[in-house]
């Protein structure tokens, strides 16, 4: 199996390599001075699997298109078959007509995987389970529960004085999931409605929430922070004496940094599908990898 790397996030593929015992392929990537890329394969890859390792978190239409050109190098070099690890799925939010007048973005996407010559995807926390079901290459969808589960043990947060909380009614599924790996622990969902024009988002009221100390918010990404502000805010109101997060990806656009820092949450733990700029990070964020993950995944694809 060769392994590469596109520009969004070097350092995972490069934890993956030493997960895999192997090491990371080298490409040729070269940025023009009116910022166009062209892409070159150097090592030989005829008849080999191949793997590319590229989230499209920002500037998402950027590492989109240095995806496609991988792949597209990948394949005119003769690659018996090219798996696509887009730990973050970019434009996936856009996944089906909001609003009469707009585009399906993401389906749009998943043509252009599908055309030139992706085999297989892997990716992790889609927004919805739906989404799987708009491509027609096989998908692999891992998730970050597992990674949580286990640090939450490992905190010894139980579930007698601990409450999950889903920040949104969407993420319903999601909370269950966890509560049954962690023996049931209790778990409540707030209601939260977003201005589609502003972005500003609000608490409506909440389902679930009894007598609890701690309470551990759980999201599939966080973008601008609003989201975890308002809700953590929310739960300090209902008597939280301690409030963590857990999001898989760090999207971190906008002012996120500084709205986090200044939330009433303890500890933001988050997953390194998305490499954080370190002007991005603060002193309560934690970083969980899942290269391992994708490693178990490559490994059982027997690549
Ligand atoms: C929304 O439904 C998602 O699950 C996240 O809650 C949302 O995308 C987070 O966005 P933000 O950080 O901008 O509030």
């Given at each position: 199996m060769k392994l590469f790397s596109g520009s969004a996030n070097k350092s995972l593929t490069e934890r993956v390599a030493s997960a895999l015992n192997i090491k990371v392929s080298p490409l040729e990537i070269h940025v023009f001075p009116d910022k166009e890329k062209r892409v070159r394969v150097i090592d030989k890859v005829l008849d080999e699997n191949t793997v590319v390792i590229q989230p499209t978190n920002t500037l998402a239409s950027e590492n989109y298109m240095e995806l496609f050109f991988i792949v597209d190098a990948l394949k005119r070099s003769g690659a018996k078959s090219i798996i696509a690890v887009i730990p973050y799925l970019g434009y996936q939010r856009q996944d089906h007509i909001f609003r009469t007048g707009e585009a399906v973005s993401l389906e749009v996407i998943i043509k252009i995987l599908d055309m030139i010559g992706v085999d297989k995807i892997i990716v992790f926390?889609?927004?919805?389970?739906?989404?799987?079901?708009?491509?027609?290459i096989p998908i692999a969808h891992l998730s970050a529960l597992k990674i949580f589960a286990e640090k939450i043990k490992q905190e010894k947060w139980n579930k007698n004085d601990t409450v999950l909380v889903s920040p949104d009614m969407g993420g319903i599924r999601r909370i269950k999931l966890l509560s049954s790996m962690l023996d049931n622990m209790p778990y409540a969902t707030i209601e939260k409605n977003r201005d589609?024009?502003?972005g500003k988002v609000c608490v409506t009221g909440s389902e679930?929430?009894?007598?609890?100390k701690r309470a551990i918010i759980v999201d599939d990404m966080i973008s601008s922070g609003g989201t975890i502000a308002v809700a953590s805010e929310f739960l300090a109101k209902r008597g939280a004496k301690e409030i963590y997060v857990f999001a898989t990806h760090p999207v971190f656009s906008k002012e996120a940094k500084g709205i986090l820092r200044e939330s009433k949450a303890l500890k933001v733990f988050v997953t390194d599908t998305i490499q954080i700029p370190e002007d991005k990070k603060f002193a309560k964020l934690q970083i969980l990898s899942v290269a391992s993950m994708i490693a178990k995944e490559l490994k059982a694809t027997n690549h």
């Amino acid at each position: 199996m060769k392994l590469f790397s596109g520009s969004a996030n070097k350092s995972l593929t490069e934890r993956v390599a030493s997960a895999l015992n192997i090491k990371v392929s080298p490409l040729e990537i070269h940025v023009f001075p009116d910022k166009e890329k062209r892409v070159r394969v150097i090592d030989k890859v005829l008849d080999e699997n191949t793997v590319v390792i590229q989230p499209t978190n920002t500037l998402a239409s950027e590492n989109y298109m240095e995806l496609f050109f991988i792949v597209d190098a990948l394949k005119r070099s003769g690659a018996k078959s090219i798996i696509a690890v887009i730990p973050y799925l970019g434009y996936q939010r856009q996944d089906h007509i909001f609003r009469t007048g707009e585009a399906v973005s993401l389906e749009v996407i998943i043509k252009i995987l599908d055309m030139i010559g992706v085999d297989k995807i892997i990716v992790f926390d889609l927004h919805s389970i739906k989404i799987q079901e708009l491509f027609h290459i096989p998908i692999a969808h891992l998730s970050a529960l597992k990674i949580f589960a286990e640090k939450i043990k490992q905190e010894k947060w139980n579930k007698n004085d601990t409450v999950l909380v889903s920040p949104d009614m969407g993420g319903i599924r999601r909370i269950k999931l966890l509560s049954s790996m962690l023996d049931n622990m209790p778990y409540a969902t707030i209601e939260k409605n977003r201005d589609l024009e502003t972005g500003k988002v609000c608490v409506t009221g909440s389902e679930g929430l009894n007598d609890f100390k701690r309470a551990i918010i759980v999201d599939d990404m966080i973008s601008s922070g609003g989201t975890i502000a308002v809700a953590s805010e929310f739960l300090a109101k209902r008597g939280a004496k301690e409030i963590y997060v857990f999001a898989t990806h760090p999207v971190f656009s906008k002012e996120a940094k500084g709205i986090l820092r200044e939330s009433k949450a303890l500890k933001v733990f988050v997953t390194d599908t998305i490499q954080i700029p370190e002007d991005k990070k603060f002193a309560k964020l934690q970083i969980l990898s899942v290269a391992s993950m994708i490693a178990k995944e490559l490994k059982a694809t027997n690549h």
